[in-house]
């Protein structure tokens, strides 16, 4: 009978082995897989920023300088959207002023006829 666990438990292992096997063989696609987008989105990046990352046509460009152009468009992105709250909250805040405004003139216009 433990002859008989023992090779229970030896073709359980043999199983779980294979399915391992089986998983790594499927990382290591997903792994290759992952690294040729990646290439794939690097080079796209690269021609994409080349012109601008270099300065002048033609000359190569490192990835240190994509990666400077990328954290510059970024920060430049950055800056932009806060300009733009900032503009939205004084069109607001004036919008705001306008209202009140309009409405003392019109309460202006009221006591004038009132008066009259």
Do not use: Y
Not at 97 to 106: F, G, L, Q, T, W
Request: glycine fraction near 4%; include cysteine; charged fraction near 35%.
């Amino acid at each position: 009978q433990a002859e008989e666990e023992l090779k229970e438990a030896c073709a359980r292992q043999a199983l779980q082995l294979q399915e391992m096997g089986r998983r790594e063989r499927l990382l290591t696609a997903d792994v290759g897989r992952a690294k040729e987008q990646l290439e794939s989105f690097k080079t796209q990046v690269m021609r994409v920023c080349s012109p601008a990352a270099a300065g002048v046509a033609g000359k190569a460009v490192t990835e240190q300088q994509v990666i400077e152009k990328v954290r510059q468009i970024s920060d430049e992105n950055q800056q932009s959207h806060e300009t733009e709250k900032r503009l939205q909250e004084e069109l607001s805040s004036r919008l705001s002023k306008e209202k009140e405004v309009s409405a003392n003139i019109e309460v202006f216009k009221k006591s004038l006829q009132e008066l009259q």
